[in-house]
């Protein structure tokens, strides 16, 4: 079945870990996206990337980096993970980025 | 700065009735709108969308307006069903350096009473 998979589906860490959330995509869609999703915030965009070999910062990158190395994956890094991370993320894939998004299911993760 | 906001954050209906969630942006800059529906524990599902050209667009069972002049969005759900409970999200699409940027609102629960 055709979507986005996110793994892993979640996690504990513990302060000061680095991390590697995964996303792949099978629609060789151009456009990603992560977002994370607090209680009462809705989603906020971290990072993008429009096509492959390219990204951008969103409303909260600060903590977090991307890389899009080709056009299915976009993993996001925690490089030095603090408990205001905790949180869950959602990836997203467009056709381009002016048409709907597809999402995951989600990781949640948790850093204590 | 400039985002997208909700009236209601609980919408509670009866089975059969229609229901109707609201959604107010800032940016008269942007140009596309979608609404998306969570379940729980699973991510946003595309609802429906509409660009800025159009003031309405319609779907099965669903409509989305768009009044530019007070910058409102909705979403009307004509028969709702329990299988229609779950929180939903417009979201706004801008322009900006040649990349569109979306911002989501908070959500409204729509909760369908049997």
């Known amino acids: 079945i055709a979507g986005i998979t996110q793994a892993p589906t979640s996690q504990i860490l513990a302060a000061g870990r680095r991390m590697t959330l995964r996303c792949t995509q099978d629609m060789r869609h151009n456009a990603m996206y992560w977002y994370r999703q607090d209680l009462g915030l809705g989603l906020r965009l971290i990072h993008y990337s429009n096509t492959a070999g390219t990204t951008g910062k969103g409303e909260v990158p600060d903590g977090y980096s991307v890389s899009r190395a080709n056009t299915d994956d976009f993993p996001l890094t925690l490089a030095s993970a603090v408990p205001s991370q905790t949180s869950v993320y959602f990836c997203?894939?467009?056709?381009?980025?002016?048409?709907?998004?597809?999402f995951g299911d989600g990781t949640r993760l948790s850093i204590l | 700065g400039e985002s997208v906001g909700l009236h209601l954050p609980t919408l509670s209906v009866q089975e059969g009735d229609n229901s109707i969630i609201n959604c107010a942006y800032s940016n008269s800059a942007s140009d596309y709108f979608i609404w998306y529906k969570q379940e729980s524990g699973k991510g946003p599902q595309f609802i429906i969308d509409i660009r800025s050209n159009m003031d309405k667009r319609q779907g099965q069972r669903v409509t989305v307006l768009l009044n530019k002049t007070v910058k409102h969005l909705s979403l009307q759900i004509a028969a709702t069903q329990p299988g229609d409970s779950a929180v939903y999200f417009c979201a706004e699409n801008m322009g900006s350096g040649g990349s569109y940027i979306p911002t989501f609102g908070r959500g409204t629960s729509l909760i369908v009473h049997p």
């Open positions: 997203a894939s467009s056709e381009e980025e002016d048409q709907p998004q597809h």
